[in-house]
């Protein structure tokens, strides 16, 4: 487990990849998961978007069992782009980072303390769109 700022160098500066395979740990503000060269996926319940918000810039996948979530997450992936995994607290992200390694050529990042963790540093999201993938929305 790394943390965010050399998987962002390693992107951006060096223009290589990161580790394929590999999750990462980070604590981002919700500016810096806006501004990262990341898939930025909201593995939360339908529920838990309109209860909470989101960010603009996540795709909303609720992470039900590893094939169901990997097959809907697919059509999201560019060859080499990490992912980046939020939920509610940071807890389920860990399992489902372990999963997306293990499963997919890209690196993985579990962003910890999830949307609480956001907002408890101030962001205040936003509703989520039926074009973020909400379909309750």
Do not use: K
């Not at 223009?15 to 593995?43: H, K, M, R, W």
């Not at 529920?47 to 603009?56: D, N, S, Y």
């Not at 860990?94 to 993985?108: H, K, M, W």
């Amino acid at each position: 487990m790394r943390c965010l700022a050399p998987l962002l160098i390693a992107l951006s500066v060096l223009n290589t990849p990161a580790i394929a395979g590999q999750v990462f740990t980070a604590q981002p503000s919700a500016q810096q998961l806006q501004e990262a060269p990341v898939l930025l996926v909201d593995i939360r319940q339908p529920h838990e978007w309109i209860e909470t918000g989101v960010l603009p810039n996540a795709v909303l996948l609720p992470f039900d069992t590893p094939d169901t979530f990997l097959a809907a997450l697919r059509p999201h992936l560019q060859p080499g782009q990490p992912v980046a995994l939020i939920c509610r607290t940071g807890s389920r992200t860990s399992r489902a980072a372990r999963i997306l390694a293990q499963q997919l050529d890209v690196p993985v990042i579990d962003v910890q303390g999830g949307m609480f963790g956001l907002m408890d540093a101030g962001y205040t999201p936003e509703r989520p769109t039926r074009a973020q993938g909400c379909t309750i929305c």
